[in-house]
């Protein structure tokens, strides 16, 4: 099942007056890149954050916002020594810059790490718990809201492989009929030039090139190969946006080789339209885990 690289996901978790809210945003990109937004009290569990989220996403650029809210107000303390400390400074920094003023208790309360919260063994363990539920409820949202994102792609993908099944094999068709049709007209020409051929084993050489030159069976098998394998890629559970944008790659070159080969104006047109629909393909590719 295909998953999109594009979702959102939302969750939250409450107990002994502690609220976590967890959001997680993903968007396209070719590898896995992970922002962390959190509160101070989460920031020295940030790289086990990165790695909670990194066992359940394999790409993407994914926002991980975590918030927190005391619901009843938390224990606080007062650090009187650290206070003391700022309120020299501040002296010091008057007195160096000539400002006429005195540090006041309203400049002192401008600094927060002079109030801190008391987060005893016990209260840091209920909060990375429940940032862990959060961010499991935020991770599920999220895959559910890739899966719904990627079940429209792979409808889309489809339909438009249909379109390419079609194209590939009215150009294989056309491919076949033209040969004996280019080779009467190189007969043709070679009679106006030659009434009496000194080698026609020469002309029949002339004709196999020729044949093998506008011959595009090869590119048109290898077409319709990879047109199979990819929809075997939109039946598997692991992901496969890397695989399928290699094979768009593969298969964007197959119709170059056809498109140089064709000295036809049908086929022509018909290759402009597979290059279109592969270049719909390769953008809808990018949006893929």
Known sequence: MLRSMTGFGR????????????????????????TCRLPRQLTSYEWHIRE???????????????????????????SLSLAQTYHQMLQQLVHATGIK???????????PELFETEAPTETEKL???LTQRALRGALQQLHQSRRSE?????????????????????????????????QQR??????????????PQRLYQEFALLADR?????????LTSHLHYMRRLLREREPVGRRMTFILQEMQREANTIGAKANDVQISQWVVQLKEELERLREQAQNIE
């Not at 540090?103 to 401008?110: I, N, S």
């Open 11 to 34: 969750a939250e978790a409450t107990q002994h007056g502690l609220h976590v809210t967890a959001e997680i945003l993903s968007l396209n990109n070719r590898f896995l890149e992970i």
């Open 52 to 78: 909670f989220v990194r066992q359940h996403l394999s790409r993407g650029t994914v926002t991980v916002t975590l918030t927190l809210q005391w619901l009843r107000p938390p224990p606080r303390s007062f």
């Open 101 to 111: 003023d005195e540090p006041r208790l309203e400049h002192l309360l401008r600094f």
């Open 127 to 129: 909060l990375w718990s």
């Open 150 to 182: 990627g079940r429209n792609l792979a409808s889309d993908i489809r339909r438009r492989l249909r379109t390419l099944e079609q194209l590939v094999t009215v150009i294989a068709q056309r491919g076949t009929e033209r040969i004996p049709e280019a």
């Open 186 to 199: 190189l007969r043709e020409r070679v009679d106006q030039l030659v009434q009496n051929l000194p080698d």
């Open 214 to 222: 506008l011959d595009v069976s090869e590119e048109c098998t290898r």
